[in-house]
């Protein structure tokens, strides 16, 4: 393989200055303010000199701008919860060398002016985006890595495996011989690709071991109090902020946990092991998703091959805590809890 052709060499070939090869040969089109013509002789100047896209992406580690975007999927950014220290994964594998830009996501068509605005030399999504930009960011080439987000697009795509934690989760409560549970699930409009994933993960093992599940979608708390009231002895939450309104809604009916209910979470948070009772929950490794994804935008800005369409799932893990027992344990009959009164909220 011979020396690879300069920009000069590749202007003089067809007769353009070297502004306008550089434009040209710009994995960035929406940066070309070129002809459709102009752009083409340029490119088959390039390849005629045996210039190619993957060599030129080795320009992308001496790019001037050194800036980073991670796109929220929401229209404002949060820390909380679900997400808890992904900025700070990300901006101590970025290191020195690069500076991460928060954004919310912005609507499809103002997608290249934020772009080109904020000067980002790639971008790290983070939950659901449209995809009208996901489209755009294949289109193009650009370096991008998806983050807690599946699309059919050809992106990189870091996720946690929400199957194999809920079908952990469920397995558990059945080993406690919990053989009436209730799913809270999610009222989301769309749902995130989790909530299904962790739905089918409880079917499945409900299906294995002959356990009744009675599906409610959140916050209807009073029919959870219900279905527990009529015999359900164990609770799991798809969303992490109903499992402090599923407690306290379970104190007021008189239910005790974990005495009567056992409660779990299908994402575990900071805050869960200090609750009373401390909650068991399923570890979804967010920060190491964030890391990996950091690294291999990194690669990507540096001249890396592509890697369209890979997919990688992180296992998760079940946190055991106080919030589960046996079944066993409750000593109360189902017609008791039927008959025992509801408690004044103090």
């Not at 599946?150 to 990189?156: A, D, H």
């Not at 194999?164 to 558990?172: E, K, M, T, Y």
């Not at 490794?285 to 540096?302: C, F, H, K, S």
Request: aromatic letters at 6%; proline letters at 7%; charged letters at 25%.
């Amino acid at each position: 393989m011979g020396t690879p052709p300069t920009l000069a060499d590749i202007a003089r070939a067809c007769s353009v200055s070297l502004a306008t090869a550089s434009k040209a040969l710009s994995p960035h089109r929406d940066r070309c303010d070129l002809s459709a013509a102009t752009r083409e002789r340029v490119l088959a100047a390039a390849r005629r000199l045996g210039w190619s896209r993957d060599r030129g992406r080795s320009a992308r580690a001496r790019r001037r701008w050194r800036n980073i975007g991670l796109l929220w999927g929401l229209r404002t950014p949060f820390t909380r919860g679900s997400y808890e220290g992904v900025p700070e994964a990300v901006a101590t594998a970025l290191g020195d060398d690069f500076r991460l830009l928060i954004t919310p996501t912005p609507l499809p068509r103002d997608w290249s002016e934020v772009q080109m605005s904020l000067h980002l030399d790639g971008v790290i999504t983070l939950g659901g985006i449209d995809d009208g930009i996901l489209a755009d960011l294949e289109a193009r080439d650009y370096p991008a890595v998806l983050v807690n987000h599946r699309s059919p697009r050809r992106l990189p795509q870091f996720l946690a495996d929400d199957l194999g934690g809920s079908r952990a989760l469920a397995r558990h409560l059945a080993d406690l011989g919990h053989r009436r549970l209730v799913y809270l699930g999610n009222d989301w409009v769309p749902s995130h690709h989790s909530e299904p994933d962790r739905r089918a993960g409880v079917e499945q093992v409900a299906a294995e071991r002959g356990l009744a599940v009675a599906d409610v979608h959140g916050p209807h708390y009073d029919q959870v109090v219900a279905h527990c009231r009529a015999g359900a002895s164990a609770v799991v939450c798809y969303n992490w902020w109903d499992v402090s309104e599923v407690l306290a809604a379970l104190r007021a009916a008189g239910l005790a946990v974990p005495r009567d209910v056992s409660v779990a979470a299908c994402h575990d948070l900071s805050w869960f092991p200090h609750f009373d009772p401390p909650v068991t929950a399923v570890a979804v490794p967010v920060q190491r998703l964030a890391e990996d994804a950091t690294r291999l935008l990194l690669d990507l800005i540096a001249g890396a091959p592509p890697v369209s369409g890979t997919v990688e799932a992180l296992p998760e893990t079940l946190v055991v805590r106080a919030s589960t027992a046996p079944a066993a344990k409750a000593a109360r009959t189902a017609a008791d809890r039927r008959q025992r009164p509801l408690r004044r909220a103090p």
